[in-house]
């Protein structure tokens, strides 16, 4: 059969995308990009973290602003010797590749991401998850039986809250009632789906979402239903980390010292928070 039919049409269905294709934005990366990068090897002298981008907890890596919490922990590790070494992944690879031992640990993570890591006594944050719908949706979150009739959009490999993570587990395979978008940072693609009503309500951390809305204008602004959960933010290292135990603690004495000091006021006022936040 001659070739260039066949190459014809691969050009014309390369072309062609899916109406939920991620579109990648400042604080954005897709996940095809991230795949491309190798995983590295931790080493003596450098801490490697990961995340898929939630800024302004953490944000795209290399950017201008890299997120409070990437900032904190430089600044903290720098202290005593160490580089750190900051990367995005989708936040399911991040998860696995720290607990291979390829990376360290995790940025922006609650306790119930990852409960069988090593994580710090000292929060960096806090992390209020909403539920949003179409700007004019008149549902409104009031615990789970507001969910019946719904489909629920949430991010593979994250943590809501204990109650919505009982949910996502028992309905996972149940697409009327839950929806799992996989990737790096698929936060425009979800705002797309909410505005199209093809999903019902989305799950994610007001301060992700309204640092999003500002720095993509593009998007219409979601209408908040509720608040499901609210919960502290880490960052935490893998149990197989013969390390991870110094880490924490690093961390802790890091964040006693930033607060003792004024330091951790002025890294988060740079970000529009507060020290509660």
């Known amino acids: 059969m001659p070739r ?7 050009l014309l269905m390369a072309a062609c995308s899916p109406d939920e294709a991620t579109e990648p934005g400042r604080h954005e990366v897709t996940e095809s990009a991230t795949r491309q990068q ?5 080493d003596q002298h450098r801490i490697i ?12 890596a290399g950017a201008p602003e890299e997120g409070y919490m990437v900032d904190i922990a430089r600044e903290i590790f720098a202290a005593s010797g160490f580089d750190v070494e900051y990367r995005n992944y989708g936040w399911a690879r991040s998860l696995s590749l720290a607990r291979e031992n390829r990376i360290d640990g995790v940025i922006g993570a609650l306790k119930g991401d990852a409960p069988d890591f090593v994580f710090p006594e000292r929060p960096m944050g806090t992390a209020r998850i909403g539920l949003y719908t179409h700007p004019e949706s008149q549902w409104q979150y009031r615990g789970l039986e507001s ?16 109650e919505l993570d009982r949910y996502i587990a028992d309905y996972t395979d ?3 009632r839950v929806w799992v978008l996989s990737g790096a940072a698929p936060l425009g693609r979800a705002l797309r789906l909410l505005a199209q009503e093809r999903t019902d309500t989305f799950a994610e951390d007001q301060a992700v979402m309204s640092w999003f ?10 209408r908040l239903a509720g608040i499901a959960h609210q919960a502290p933010v880490y960052i935490a290292f893998s149990a197989g980390n013969p390390r991870s135990e110094e880490l924490a603690r690093l961390l802790d004495a890091g964040l006693a010292r930033l607060a003792e000091t004024g330091r951790l006021d002025v890294i988060k006022a740079s970000y529009g928070l507060s020290t509660s936040d």
Request: glycine residues 6%; charged residues 15%.
């Open 213 to 222: 809305l500002r720095e993509h204008s593009g998007y219409p602004p979601p």
């Open 174 to 176: 149940d697409p009327e």
């Open 38 to 42: 190798p995983a590295p090897h931790p």
């Open 49 to 60: 973290l990961a995340a898929d981008p939630w800024c302004p907890h953490n944000c795209r």
């Open 4 to 10: 260039f039919p066949l190459l014809i049409l691969a």
């Open 147 to 162: 969910l019946n009739g719904k489909t629920l959009l949430v991010i593979n490999g994250y943590s809501y809250s204990p």
